[in-house]
């Protein structure tokens, strides 16, 4: 599995913008980024996901390079009940015959939010 | 709620024993994945059952052992209980087996304390 570095902890302010930072030079043209958020005392909870152009949800932006060897989780407001870790992942693409497409989760970035 | 259903929350148990964790996903997920989270190792992914077939399998050790059965509900049994195991487990579902672009969800986890 493709490897991907997020900086251990940030910290934000309430209602302002945060950039998350994922580096994924090794990724393959086929793998999908996806980003999930675990907030204190949950399981894993999914964000976002692209792979080639930029995405919006009504939790998150994502941003893919051009090259794809990087991205941005963009939280565009950022809440206290947005503190958690967040994982960049890549998922391999989908294989005919149904072969796995597990989570492999990294460290995180610890993502801390003051009022 | 993910839809991600697992028993039980909390469990405390000795040394040597056995423990048996359940988990019913979501309706209609296919896939069920197990995860163990301890402090010093991060989230690990232990196996993936599909249909009640084995699709996948990580750092799960011998003394532990899954099983998907034919109504989709899942159990990961761990044995020989050691002080290392105990961990926060997490079972997680979704739809299909492969698929980079589907959604994994993930139940509020079994704490397993050994002591």
């Known amino acids: 599995d493709a490897k991907t570095t997020q900086p251990n902890s940030m910290e934000s302010n309430e209602e302002e913008p945060v950039h998350l930072p994922c580096n994924h030079s090794?990724?393959?043209?086929?793998?999908?980024i996806h980003w999930y958020r675990q907030l204190p005392s949950q399981g894993p909870e999914y964000v976002i996901h692209?792979?080639?152009s930029n995405v919006n949800n009504r939790m998150a932006s994502l941003a893919i390079a051009e090259d794809r060897k990087s991205s941005t989780l963009i939280l565009h407001r950022a809440t206290l009940r947005d503190a958690a870790v967040y994982y960049c992942?890549?998922?391999?693409?989908?294989?005919?015959?149904?072969?796995?497409?597990?989570?492999?989760f990294g460290t995180g970035t610890l993502l801390a939010v003051q009022p | 709620d993910s839809g991600v259903t697992q028993t039980p929350k909390h469990l405390i148990t000795a040394t040597g024993q056995r423990v048996t964790l359940r988990c019913s996903p979501r309706?209609?997920?296919?896939?069920v994945y197990w995860y163990q989270q301890s402090l010093d190792q991060g989230l690990q992914f232990l196996i993936q059952?599909?249909?009640?077939?084995?699709?996948a399998k990580g750092n799960i050790l011998e003394r532990f052992s899954a099983q998907q059965f034919p109504d989709l509900h899942s159990e990961l049994n761990l044995s020989s209980l050691e002080l290392g195991d105990s961990a926060l487990y997490f079972c997680?579902?979704?739809?299909?087996?492969?698929?980079?672009?589907?959604?994994?969800?993930f139940g509020e986890g079994s704490w397993l304390t050994v002591v």
């Open positions: 692209g792979l080639t």
């Open positions: 309706s209609g997920d296919l896939s």
């Open positions: 059952y599909y249909n009640g077939e084995e699709r």
């Open positions: 997680a579902s979704s739809e299909k087996a492969a698929g980079s672009g589907n959604t994994i969800y």
């Open positions: 992942i890549l998922r391999a693409a989908e294989h005919y015959g149904g072969a796995t497409n597990k989570l492999i």
């Open positions: 090794t990724i393959s043209g086929t793998d999908y």
